[in-house]
């Protein structure tokens, strides 16, 4: 069946550092793959979509890498800050034509 | 102005109830859908709505059903409220219609508690 995995451990990475959140999956061949972020008590927001034929996607402090043969997106964050705490999530399409979540990651930046 | 606004944000109800949440976009989106989001934060995928073709996952009891009254609004409504319908439900939209690409845009969600 088809899986995505990331890991739901809180990652604690200190404020300034770069942090990264590994995304892994089973059984898909994904045309793209997308990461959200959500915070507590609020809907997920949509952060960068990266395609199959890509490799890696910048917007601003945020980088995402796609390897369809290791079947592993990373999704790096750069200079973190605390405001960037929250979950974040991967995605691909999924059943019903919407779309698949792996359980998230928990980032916690510590100032 | 909220882009995907839905009401109401908490829903408190007993079981046997039936009830309705109600989802608005305004982004001028062809494609709808609903989320839930259960206790360990799993978000899943329950219905997409496009042009009046609904596809439902295949795990969704038929006590759920979607309605839509036009293109800006996707309602759902539950009958028999059982205490495992107890979740955050996510209503979410986009612009492909097909969900191949593109972002999906989410509202605040409705916390559902059966008691």
């Known amino acids: 069946s088809q899986k995505i995995e990331q890991n739901s451990e809180a990652l604690n990475i200190q404020e300034g550092k770069t942090a990264t959140l590994t995304c892994n999956y089973t059984n898909y061949s994904p045309a793209y793959l997308q990461w959200y972020r959500q915070d507590p008590g609020r809907g997920p927001v949509f952060l960068l979509l990266?395609?199959?034929?890509?490799k890696e996607k910048r917007k601003e402090r945020l980088k995402v890498t796609f390897d369809t043969t290791l079947k592993q997106s990373l999704f790096h964050i750069t200079a973190s800050q605390p405001a960037d705490s929250a979950t974040y999530l991967c995605?691909?399409?999924?059943?019903?034509?919407?779309?698949?979540f792996g359980k998230g990651t928990h980032l916690i930046i510590q100032p | 102005d909220t882009a995907v606004s839905q009401t109401p944000k908490y829903l408190v109800t007993q079981m046997g109830n039936d009830k309705s949440i109600k989802c608005e976009q305004n982004l001028g989106h062809d494609t709808m859908y609903w989320y839930k989001q259960d206790s360990k934060k799993f978000l899943k995928i329950m219905f997409s709505y496009n042009n009046k073709e609904l596809i439902i996952n295949e795990t969704v009891p038929n006590r759920f059903s979607p309605k839509s009254p036009d293109k800006a609004h996707l309602n759902l409504h539950i009958n028999s409220l059982e205490l495992g319908d107890s979740a955050v439900y996510f209503c979410?939209?986009?612009?492909?219609?097909?969900?191949?690409?593109?972002?999906?845009?989410f509202g605040p969600g409705t916390r559902l508690t059966v008691t």
């Open positions: 979410a939209s986009s612009q492909d219609p097909t969900a191949r690409a593109g972002e999906q845009y």
């Open positions: 995605a691909l399409r999924g059943g019903a034509d919407g779309l698949t």
């Open positions: 990266i395609r199959e034929n890509e």
